[in-house]
């Protein structure tokens, strides 16, 4: 049995870490406090892994002390996703304290960094609107297939556990509760990620993030040009190609997703089809954001960092229902 330290479980992403990692099977959770020394923590519960469900000012200090004291990180802020100070400066409003961890941490995507994220100490957790979009257009963007020049376009809806358990004037019921809109326009902290893991530059790409009145989900919906026109047999086999079945990111053959289909589990889910022209393709992607989009993906890069399979404790039925009642936090 391992063992692993979470800081930060009185979260939304902490509590649904302990949740899932209490039904695993081979790793034991571990609340731990900051007060108390990261490194006695690691050396007291004898860790063997920590996760950082904090905040990216925590995780700049937290990060460099658990690893120093033998253990290996998986961090679920934005603290070491950016691999340029300068650009981490620009979109954080802070200077880089641990500049020296950038250059060996992993992006924890591991449909696309697998084999890194298996002998990494310090793994970037992807956040949770990047997931979704970096997942529903990487393969297009691999293959060479998106006109970027005609520009990419990124429309992501995200449930309101996405803005965090610390309260605020604009996620409280009032302002939620039949209520849609947009927010962080041109300005959101997660669209140097994207692009960083997508290889396109900011003139090229349109990111718009909203919130919705729902508690867990993100759908994001993306629209490109391609280079050459494609048929949608074609696009499927593109994407099949990248995403075998059995894996976590599940492409559909006819249906568009929506957030039932993935709330509480690990998927992601994704549709695509193409105009009549077979040169505008429309890309769907679905994912639950506190497990695909925060606390599974961390266990699923866990499971890899210490030799499990990819989908122990993540896989139905084993995920246990939700019973926690969000009124109560």
Same mark, same amino acid.
């Given at each position: %049995? ?6 930060g ?31 006695? @923590? ?12 904090t ?10 002390? @658990?690893?120093?004291a033998?253990?290996?990180? *998986? ?16 979109? #954080?409003? %802070? ?10 941490? *992993? ?29 529903? /257009? ?9 006109d970027?020049?005609?520009? *990419? ?22 302002e939620?509760h ?12 997660? *669209? ?19 919130? /919705? ?17 494609? &048929?949608?047999?074609?696009?499927? @086999?593109?994407?099949?190609?990248? #995403? ?22 690990? #998927?992601?889910?994704?549709?695509? &089809? ?23 993906q @961390? ?16 896989v ?8 926690r ?5």
């Amino acid at each position: %049995m391992r063992t692993a330290g979470i800081l930060g479980v009185s979260g939304y992403s902490g509590q649904e870490l302990m949740r899932l990692l209490a039904r695993h099977g081979e790793v034991r959770p571990v609340a731990i406090e900051k007060e108390a020394g990261m490194g006695g @923590a690691v050396r007291a519960h004898a860790l063997q892994v920590v996760f950082l469900a904090t905040p990216h000012e925590v995780s700049l200090d937290a990060a460099p002390a @658990a690893l120093e004291a033998g253990a290996r990180v *998986v961090d679920l802020s934005g603290a070491f996703r950016l691999k340029d100070p300068a650009v981490f400066q620009r979109w #954080y409003g %802070m200077p880089h304290t641990a500049p020296h961890l950038l250059a060996e941490a *992993v992006y924890g995507l591991a449909e696309l960094n697998g084999e890194a994220v298996r002998g990494a100490r310090l793994v970037a957790n992807p956040g949770c609107y990047p997931t979704s979009v970096i997942c529903g /257009l990487h393969p297009l963007i691999c293959a060479a297939a998106v006109d970027t020049a005609a520009g *990419v376009i990124c429309d992501s809806k995200s449930g309101v556990s996405g803005a965090g358990h610390r309260p605020a004037a604009n996620t409280h019921f009032v302002e939620v509760h039949e209520n849609f809109k947009a927010y962080a326009v041109l300005r959101h902290r997660h *669209v140097p990620e994207m692009l960083q893991a997508l290889g396109l530059s900011l003139d090229d790409f349109f990111f718009t993030a909203h919130l /919705l009145p729902v508690t867990r989900g993100i759908l994001s919906t993306m629209y490109v040009k391609l280079r050459r026109a494609w &048929t949608r047999d074609e696009l499927l @086999a593109l994407y099949r190609g990248r #995403y075998p079945q059995g894996g976590f990111i599940r492409v559909r053959e006819s249906g568009a997703p929506n957030l039932r289909d993935v709330q509480e589990t690990n #998927y992601c889910d994704i549709y695509l &089809t193409v105009d009549e022209s077979g040169t505008r393709a429309v890309v769907i992607s679905c994912i639950d954001n506190l497990v695909k989009g925060a606390a599974g993906q @961390a266990i699923q890069n866990m499971n890899l960092m210490l030799g499990f399979h990819m989908n122990q404790g993540l896989v139905w039925p084993q995920i246990a229902p939700i019973t926690r009642d969000y009124s109560s936090v």
